[in-house]
Nanobody, 119 residues
Framework: QVQLVESGGGLAQPGGSLRLSCAVSGSIFSINAMGWYRQAPGKQRELVADITGGGSTNYADSVKGRFTISRDNAKNTVYLQMNSLKPEDTAVYYC?????????????WGQGTQVTVSS
């Protein structure tokens, strides 16, 4: 069974920084892409950033220049460095990964981690 284990998040002041981590565990052959999504109260889940196995990245316009996604392929882990945080970044952040596992393709989500930006 493929699972994602998220860590990081919490409370930050406006202008502050936080770092999220997400590790893939289980029997896998490959990870095609990993990404971070977020969902604020009363809003739909939206893509924040994603990264392919080759390192190509994609960001939501609202976070470009402030957030950086990276991955450590040896550790099957993706990171989201969030700088210059704004109150509107407050949301539950979810990690997603898809690829090929021992029993077939997988597309899994993490349990979510709360990020709150407030003074």
């Amino acid at each position: 069974q493929v699972q994602l284990v998220e860590s990081g998040g919490g409370l930050a002041q406006p202008g502050g920084s936080l770092r999220l981590s997400c590790a893939v565990s289980g029997s896998i052959f490959s990870i095609n892409a990993m990404g971070w999504y977020r969902q604020a109260p009363g809003k739909q889940r939206e893509l924040v950033a994603d990264i392919t196995g080759g390192g190509s990245t994609n960001y939501a316009d609202s976070v470009k220049g402030r957030f950086t996604i990276s991955r450590d392929n040896a550790k099957n882990t993706v990171y989201l460095q969030m700088n210059s945080l704004k109150p509107e970044d407050t949301a539950v952040y979810y990690c997603n990964a898809y690829g090929l596992g021992y029993v077939g393709e997988y597309d899994v989500w993490g349990q979510g981690t709360q990020v709150t930006v407030s003074s």
